[in-house]
């Protein structure tokens, strides 16, 4: 049991080896000639695919088992790239992001509450926020260094990189397969159907400070989440060179992956609440910066959204972990990346529209404006909660 969390940090490690990332909007766009609408509504199939599975693999999780869970998480993970490498077409790399969205469910949810219970049963739940922060910078730190590669092996073969993704995949599965498997508080529904929709109700409707830290987190979770998609359209309008794609790809994740660490420690420091206006703050900076700046410097704004990434993930998810009941951990934390998904299926492709539309820097002013007043809600709503 007291070796589950460092596996678990090694099975994230290994799904966030994502070789094609720093490039894989160019591969869309050049090799199998999307547009940046049919980018967001790709994206949007993926969520849809997390939407539909999200919540029935977290009930899974709990009633199953965790290990089991991350097992066929990590099988269909790899498949999918598996798919992804031979694909050809639009509808190949619909399948394929289907295929990928099914492991990454199985994954989402079993992997936090397993930590939880670990730490739990070895009387170190006191140390989740620490663990959880390991947890994330060991999974930006290989993408970072997946990224750096992943750049050059896409100037040597676009596909290579995806190739690149199976065994990466291998070692995690074999990662959730040297797991131990936690007790869980019984539970024997009469309807498993009417469980999880209690479960589901009682998040999202009657739990004040859950509901509240699931708005937060999706709000700025989303905020970055979207520049992901356009920062390689961006980086592409300034002038900057393919090659450098996967390097700075890579340093925005050592970034990222620092900032991940010290967020317990920046918390201890000026509290929960100062960090989380923090971020509110950040996301008009990253944004504006990006519009309205014709200089390929400017892309050192990009690092606000890594900033943001790094400091709230470790603490919501802890409040989320706190506030869940210990037998509906891991569908609770699945109803909150379900929630995540659904929003970004609705906004994604308007936002990928609005760019094809009216040009990238207007599109980032106007995302920018709606996530800095939605964030500032969500955090006021945060705060009462408590009270």
């Not at 992001?97 to 469910?105: F, L, P, R, S, T």
């Not at 936690?182 to 009469?190: E, L, M, S, V």
């Not at 390097?247 to 050592?254: D, E, G, K, S, Y």
């Amino acid at each position: 049991m007291t070796s589950n969390p460092r596996r678990i940090v090694t099975l994230n490690a290994c799904h966030f080896a994502l070789f094609p990332i720093p490039t894989i909007t160019l591969f869309w766009q050049d090799q199998i000639g999307m547009s940046l609408t049919d980018i967001m509504v790709l994206q949007a199939v993926f969520g849809v695919a997390v939407v539909v599975l999200e919540f029935p693999t977290g009930y899974f999780a709990d009633r199953v088992g965790y290990r089991a869970s991350m097992l066929v998480g990590a099988a269909l993970w790899g498949a999918g790239w598996f798919v992804y490498a031979l694909g050809e077409t639009f509808g190949a790399i619909v399948v394929a992001e289907i295929v990928c969205g099914a492991g990454a469910a199985f994954i989402s949810g079993a992997d936090r509450a397993l930590l939880w219970l670990s730490l739990e049963a070895t009387d170190r739940v006191h140390d989740y926020t620490r663990w959880e922060s390991r947890l994330r910078a060991a999974a930006q730190t290989t993408e970072a260094a997946s990224a750096a590669v992943g750049g050059w092996l896409y100037a040597v073969a676009p596909r290579l990189p995806l190739w690149m993704q199976l065994p990466a995949a291998a070692v995690e599965m074999f990662a959730a397969f040297r797991m131990k498997e936690t007790a869980r508080p019984p539970i024997a529904p009469r309807s498993h159907v009417a469980r999880a929709l209690h479960v589901a109700r009682a998040t999202l409707w009657r739990h004040r400070r859950l509901r509240a830290a699931i708005t937060l987190s999706v709000t700025l979770g989303l905020s970055t989440f979207v520049m992901v998609w356009l920062v390689q359209s961006w980086m592409q309008s300034r002038g900057i060179p393919p090659g450098w794609f996967g390097p700075l790809w890579a340093a925005a994740h050592v970034w990222l992956a620092a900032v991940t660490l010290a967020a317990p420690r920046i918390a201890d420091v000026v509290g929960a609440r100062g960090v989380l206006l923090l971020c509110c703050v950040l996301i008009p900076v990253g944004y504006g910066g990006l519009a309205w700046s014709t200089s390929a410097w400017a892309v050192v704004f990009y690092l606000c959204f890594m900033t943001i990434r790094g400091l709230q993930l470790p603490i919501l998810s802890t409040v989320m972990q706190q506030e869940a009941p210990g037998e509906d951990r891991a569908t609770v934390l699945s109803l909150a990346a379900l929630v995540f998904r659904f929003v970004f299926v609705v906004t994604g492709p308007l936002i990928g529209a609005l760019a094809d539309r009216t040009g990238l820097d207007t599109a980032l002013a106007v995302t920018g404006a709606g996530f800095t007043a939605a964030s500032l809600a969500s955090l006021a709503l945060f705060t009462s909660s408590r009270r």
